[in-house]
C-alpha cells in the first residue's frame, strides 16, 4: 500500500488507559516498520485542534472504552471528514452497550444470556436474580468492574453497600445468570473468522488483570474443543460482526457450558476495538492463521481506506 501519514490516537481518560497506550505504542511501531509517517496522539480535551493541525490521511483509533470506543470520538471524525480504523459510529454505539448488544443481535438467533438492567441502590434490598449471577456495568469493556455475587461469597445476602464492587462506581448495572463452563473468544478481521481461543485463568476469573497482566491466563489457541463448538462460535462471531456493522476487527466474547453441548454457547459481548497488545487475542489468532502483527495492523488500515 501508498504511504501515509497516520496519527496513532490512544490513551484517554477512560479505565483502559493503560492498556490503549500499550496497544497504540505497539501500533505505532509497526506502521513505522513498514516505512508509514506515524504522529502519536495521547487523546486530551483538544483532539480536534491536533487532528486539524496533524492533517493525517488515516487515524488508527487504539483507544478502549469510552470516549474512543462508544461513538463519540467517530463522531467527532466523522464531522471533521477524517478516515479511522475500526468501526463506525452507530456500530460503536450500539456495540458497547451490552444491553442494547442484546436488542441487535437476540432475535437474529444470537444465544446470549438472558439478563435485566438494575440500578445499584436496588441490590442493597435483594438480588436482581438466583445465584450466582455476574453484575457488570453497561457501557465498559475488559471485565472492568465485574463482580460474581455467589452464594457464601464475600459481598454479603444481599450485598453491602460498603462492599467494594461494581456498585460503588456506576447506578446502573445488567445482571445476568452466571455460565459455568469455559471462557472463548473469536476475533473477525474483515469478513472472515479467525480461530477460537481457550482462555484459562489460573485463578479466579477472566477479569481485567487476569487479561492484560503476564502469566496470569493461558491462552490455548486454537482451543481443545470440538469441532461444533469451534464452527458454532466463528459462526456465531462472524454474523455478530456483520449484524452490527463492524469494520476492520472486532471480537466476540463466549463462555460454554460443556454439559449442554452446542446449546451451552452463549455470546457475552462484542467487542468493536480489541486490544492490540503483545497479549491481546487477535493478533494473537491473526499470528495462527500466518498474519505477522505488523501486517495485521497494515490490514486494518486498508480496511478503513
Not at 492533517?55 to 488508527?60: E, M, R, S, T
Not at 480504523?85 to 438472558?114: F, Y
Not at 472486532?250 to 446449546?263: A, N, Q, T, Y
Amino acid at each position: 500500500m501508498d504511504k501515509l501519514h497516520i496519527v496513532v490516537l490512544m490513551g484517554g481518560w477512560s479505565a483502559e488507559r493503560e492498556v490503549s497506550l500499550t496497544s497504540g505504542r505497539g501500533v505505532a511501531e509497526a506502521l513505522e516498520s513498514r516505512g508509514h509517517r506515524v504522529t502519536r496522539i495521547d487523546m486530551g480535551r483538544d483532539l480536534a485542534q491536533r487532528l486539524a493541525e496533524t492533517k493525517p490521511d488515516i487515524v488508527f483509533n487504539a483507544l478502549h472504552g469510552t470516549p474512543g470506543e462508544d461513538g463519540s470520538v467517530q463522531g467527532l471524525m466523522d464531522l471533521m471528514g477524517i478516515r479511522y480504523t475500526h468501526s463506525g459510529l452507530a456500530t460503536s454505539v450500539i456495540a458497547i452497550d451490552k444491553e442494547l448488544t442484546k436488542l441487535v443481535l437476540v432475535p437474529h438467533g444470537i444465544r446470549m444470556p438472558q439478563g435485566k438492567v438494575v440500578s445499584s441502590e436496588s441490590l442493597y434490598s435483594a438480588d436482581p436474580l438466583p445465584r450466582p449471577y455476574v453484575l457488570k456495568p453497561i457501557n465498559e469493556g475488559s471485565s472492568v468492574g465485574v463482580a460474581i455475587v455467589r452464594d457464601g461469597g464475600n459481598y454479603g445476602d444481599p450485598i453491602s453497600p460498603d462492599t467494594a464492587g461494581p456498585w460503588q462506581e456506576f447506578d446502573r448495572l445488567l445482571a445476568e445468570p452466571f455460565i459455568p463452563g469455559r471462557e472463548l473468544t473469536t476475533a473477525v478481521l474483515g469478513e472472515e473468522a479467525l480461530a477460537v481461543t481457550e482462555l484459562r485463568p489460573r485463578s479466579g476469573f477472566y477479569d481485567y488483570d487476569a487479561k492484560y497482566t503476564d502469566g496470569l491466563t493461558e491462552h490455548v489457541c486454537p482451543a481443545q474443543i470440538p469441532d461444533d463448538i469451534r464452527d458454532s462460535a466463528m459462526d456465531m462471531a462472524l454474523r455478530a460482526h456483520r449484524l452490527l456493522g463492524c469494520r476492520g476487527a472486532s471480537r466476540s466474547d463466549f463462555r460454554w457450558d460443556e454439559e449442554k453441548g452446542v446449546e451451552g454457547l452463549y455470546l457475552l459481548e462484542v467487542n468493536t476495538q480489541p486490544g492490540m497488545t503483545s497479549l491481546s487475542l487477535v493478533p494473537e489468532q491473526a499470528r495462527v492463521r500466518g498474519i505477522d502483527y505488523a501486517e495485521l495492523v497494515e490490514r486494518l488500515v486498508e480496511a478503513a481506506l
